[in-house]
């Protein structure tokens, strides 16, 4: 009689219940090494889908043994735990192949490595390819509709859906029953079986109780005891694809983006449309000719397929990131970045030059600065991230630009706590919104908004300009910054004659007004007078002689905010905003719009 002694492989394919029935091995003798049930059990034992089918394949040919259709036998020694855990390195294969050896055995097996190495060792071996089923559309899939996220399923309850759009989901039933176990597990089944028939798809985690599949535009999540308290499916993908185009700012961005490689921070809630913004960026700038990667742990961006795709490479983002830097890519989009090792990769590819774009959950645009704290160096945040564009509901809610300065933080009055500073500015208006800096050995983040003038503070200004004419010849400018301080402004050759010698004179008028008193100068030519612009989305100041500076933009006197004029000279203000409706408006009444270069006395 023949024998035949089959691998791990096509046992878990079924292929050999199959030719037996189809009469090809009908009679034949099955040998089944010990190695081959050790290691189905181990897969089964870890949760894995293969060796649960290798085991049902086992009891299968059990059942043909016993009606006499062939003759089935167990043979050889059963791996230790050691033998087991080094299978990937062909120590499972080697045990299988020596029985096949030792009985005289015809092997059979789908594994193409193995089949090499049996025909080199004289093994009389058969190569089986490894079965390729039609793709077959999942029961899950019927669950989807045009406007689904995701589908969430669970033994015992009833199936429930996300739907709707981009920042407006609700979630809804969509079946009248619960689903049993048994309908989980075959629903589990067949998502393994497309994955090894769909090029698209493959396995992108699989931990004990827990597998990732990636299946085209569609990741789905398994779990099971003991991870989770009950078998579970999860299935998400896109609903959206939205042109880069259609978002605001998206103009201020490209221009941004295309100025060299950037820092840029993609915040907002989860189901905000994150994700749906970056893989639009993406698409940009490999239209504008760059060489463009992505990080994805799991890799489900919709990019072009021109854009290469990476995950972790062993487990790891680090190491992926090692093989990006010899890459070279110009820009590379992380999805997402979580964990302090993402930050860590992320900063230190962006300091070694690459454009970096980075996904992160947060509730607003700030959260996402304080994620990088404790993580990155404070002082290296502005070179790690230049830019923070904030997406709700699927639109651009926000965006900040990030820079380093050092100057006294606001609400500090005395010129000897100036100290390197993080300034967050609103990119549209130029107005700084936040500031972060050391104090001790604290780090604070201060919302930075314009003082309300209380109607005390005119009658304040008033006391102390009556006051300041009988030290100054000529116009006086008074700033109040609190009940109890105030900022005045005077001609250059009157600032040494109002301080007075070792600051006497100050300091008496400072007891007079029963307050603190900042002079500074002010030289009325180094004032600039904007020509002003009006077009159907901007209003432009145009300040050629100021151009890639940073400039403070007074009106009446006051000033109401500071801004970087671009390289052709020119300060855009959204026309449909309020700063830009308030400059108008002041202009309107007869207000001088004033500019002087920030900084300057």
Request: contains cysteine; aromatic residues 6%; proline residues 5%.
């Amino acid at each position: 009689m023949q024998y035949l002694v089959p691998d791990t492989s096509v046992v878990i394919d079924g292929r050999i219940s199959a030719r037996v029935k189809s009469g090809d091995l009908a009679g034949r003798r099955i040998v089944i090494p010990e190695a081959v049930v050790a290691e189905l059990e181990a897969q089964a034992n870890h949760g894995r889908d293969t060796g649960v089918k290798g085991l049902e394949e086992l009891r299968r040919l059990s059942e043909l043994a016993k009606s006499g259709k062939i003759e089935l036998e167990y043979v050889g020694v059963r791996p230790n735990l050691d033998q087991i855990k080094l299978a990937g390195g062909g120590e499972i294969d080697a045990m299988i192949r020596d029985v096949a050896l030792e009985v005289g055995a015809s092997f059979i097996t789908s594994d193409g490595t193995q089949f090499k190495v049996a025909q080199a060792m004289g093994i009389d071996v058969e190569y089986v390819r490894p079965q390729r089923d039609p793709i077959k559309q999942l029961s899950l899939e019927k669950y989807f509709t045009d406007d689904t996220l995701s589908i969430h399923l669970k033994e015992g309850t009833i199936p429930m859906a996300k739907r709707g759009k981009v920042g407006d989901f609700s979630l809804v039933r969509i079946a009248d029953k619960p689903l049993t176990e048994r309908d989980l597990r075959d629903i589990s089944r067949e998502i393994f079986d497309r994955v090894k028939v769909d090029p698209e798809g493959y396995i992108e985690l699989e931990k004990i109780g827990a597998t990732v599949i990636q299946l085209g535009p569609m990741r789905i999540a398994i779990a099971k005891p003991p991870f989770s308290d009950g078998l579970e499916i999860t299935a998400v993908r896109p609903v959206a694809k939205v042109d880069f185009d259609s978002y605001k700012h998206s103009a201020m961005l490209k221009e941004r983006l295309k100025e060299g490689q950037r820092g840029l921070l993609i915040a907002g809630p989860p189901g905000s449309g994150k994700s749906t913004f970056a893989a639009g960026i993406a698409e940009y700038l490999f239209k504008c000719n760059y060489v463009v990667k992505t990080l994805e742990s799991p890799r489900d961006l919709q990019v072009p397929p021109e854009i290469t795709q990476y995950g972790p490479l062993e487990g790891s983002m680090e190491a992926s990131a090692d093989i990006l830097l010899l890459v070279r890519p110009d820009y590379t989009i992380y999805d997402e970045v979580r964990k302090t090792k993402d930050f860590m990769v992320f900063a230190d590819m962006r300091l070694a030059g690459v454009g970096m774009i980075g996904v992160v959950h947060a509730n607003k645009p700030i959260d996402a600065l304080q994620r990088l704290l404790g993580r990155v160096e404070m002082g290296m945040i502005p070179q790690v991230v230049d830019t923070v564009v904030f997406i709700e509901k699927g639109e651009v809610a926000r965006v900040h630009d990030v820079e380093f300065v050092v100057k006294v933080p606001s609400g500090m009055v005395e010129a000897d706590l100036a100290r390197p500073v993080i300034v967050v500015r609103d990119f549209e208006t130029g107005v700084v919104e936040y500031e972060m800096y050391t104090y001790g050995e604290e780090i604070v983040v201060m919302p930075v908004t314009k003082a309300v003038k209380k109607p005390s503070w005119k009658l304040a200004s008033r006391e102390i300009e009556k006051e300041m004419s009988h030290h100054v010849r000529g116009p006086v400018d008074v700033e109040m910054l609190t009940d109890s301080s105030a900022v005045i402004r005077v001609p250059h050759d009157e600032a040494a004659r109002v301080i007075g010698k070792s600051g006497k004179n100050i300091e008496q008028i400072e007891k007079t007004l029963g307050m603190h008193i900042d002079v500074r100068t002010r030289d009325e030519a180094s004032s600039i007078t904007p020509r002003i612009e009006e077009t159907a989305k901007h209003l432009i100041l145009w300040l050629d002689e100021c151009a890639g500076e940073s400039v403070d933009i007074y009106i009446g006197g006051d000033m109401i905010f500071t801004a970087t004029v671009g390289r052709k000279g020119d300060l855009k203000i959204a026309k449909a905003s309020e700063m830009a409706k308030h400059i108008l408006r002041m202009i309107k009444r007869g207000e001088r719009i004033e500019v002087r270069r920030a900084g300057q006395d």
